[in-house]
Nanobody
Framework: VQLQASGGGLVQAGGSVRLSCTGS????????MGWFRQAPGKDREFVAA????????YYADSVKGRFTISRDNTKNTVYLQMNTLGPEDTAVYYC??????????????????WGQGTQVTVSS
């Protein structure tokens, strides 16, 4: 499956952005999907994940209460709604599909397909 992330851009602090990740060439249904981000000079870090069957969600502490991950399996798309953005949220955001029967949603090594990334820049 190929993942295409979109929706990034420049936003002022306190603003909101919604990212989308659409799969092609395969279904995202049945797989946990995640969002990661990578700021300049830093490692790629977990942001959020959502399971397929129950829609259970997981968040990094740094985004809890501000970000919401969701999915629409009929559209083969996963979303990340980001509110109350701050300069610390500036990064390239990547969507990813987790391997089958993975044992963690937080580790990037558990994901086997990645989108190309979309830049989010938050100005202060």
């Amino acid at each position: 499956v190929q993942l295409q992330a979109s929706g990034g851009g420049l936003v002022q602090a306190g603003g909101s952005v919604r990212l989308s990740c659409t799969g092609s060439g395969g279904t995202l249904n049945g797989r946990t999907m995640g969002w990661f981000r990578q700021a300049p000079g830093k490692d790629r870090e977990f942001v959020a994940a959502i399971t397929s069957s129950t829609g259970r969600t997981y968040y990094a502490d740094s985004v809890k209460g501000r970000f919401t991950i969701s999915r629409d399996n009929t559209k083969n798309t996963v979303y990340l709604q980001m509110n109350t953005l701050g300069p610390e949220d500036t990064a390239v955001y990547y969507c990813a599909r987790r391997i089958n029967y993975g044992n963690s949603v937080f580790q990037r090594e558990q994901y086997d397909s990645w989108g190309q990334g979309t830049q989010v820049t938050v100005s202060s």
